[in-house]
């Protein structure tokens, strides 16, 4: 079932590239007036909606197969499903201190740079191990049958950012996206 790793792996590269815009964002709080919170924000509210609750989702179903058939994965199994919920928990904190910040109460660049960061190191270490210590068991390991019951978790998934059908409300994310990706 090499379809469903590749779109499995295009998820994740498409994630990076957020994630390499939110740098680039904390990159101009040294040299901008004003950070853009906003954008910030539109990036924050994606990962904690298309990817936190539909990727790791069917994720989670995935890994559980994958440690059924190799036992011996359990516990690499269970780490990344810990970081599913940090991953969750991080970004709540990071939006809820954008929209502080954005209402025009007192939060300092210093905190929101400093957990925007850590947020930041947290997914793309996340990413890393599954794309190297996970995905290559897929292929292996995983069958029809259970490649089957990652769909069914969320049949109806739809990305609103890259997927086919993108919600307005990114409109200026995604022009930024293919900007940097020109
Ligand atoms: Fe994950
Ligand atoms: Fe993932």
């Avoid at 509210?45 to 936190?52: A, G, K, S």
């Avoid at 947290?122 to 068991?137: D, M, T, V």
């Avoid at 086919?164 to 990114?170: I, K, R």
């Avoid at 930024?176 to 020109?182: K, N, R, T």
């Amino acid at each position: 079932m090499s379809a469903a790793v590749a779109f499995w792996r295009a998820e994740h590269s498409s994630f990076a590239s957020l994630l390499r815009l939110l740098e680039k964002k904390l990159f101009a709080f040294h040299s901008q007036d004003r950070p853009d919170y906003e954008g910030m924000l539109d990036i924050i509210q994606y990962l904690r909606h298309f990817p936190d609750r539909y990727h790791h989702a069917r994720e989670d179903v995935a890994f559980a197969c994958m440690a059924r058939r190799d036992p011996s994965l359990a516990p690499l199994v269970a780490r990344l499903h810990d970081d599913h919920r940090r991953i969750a928990q991080a970004g709540d904190g990071l939006r809820a201190l954008l929209e502080t910040a954005l209402e025009g109460s007192i939060v300092s660049r210093e905190t929101i740079e400093s957990d925007a960061q850590d947020y930041v190191i947290q997914y793309r270490q996340h990413i890393a191990s599954e794309e190297i210590n996970l995905i290559p068991h897929a292929v292996s390991l995983m069958t029809e049958s259970d490649w089957a019951e990652v769909a069914r978790a969320h049949p109806d998934a739809v990305d609103p950012l890259f997927g086919a059908d993108a919600d307005e409300s990114y409109r200026e994310l995604r022009r930024q996206i293919s900007i940097e990706a020109a």
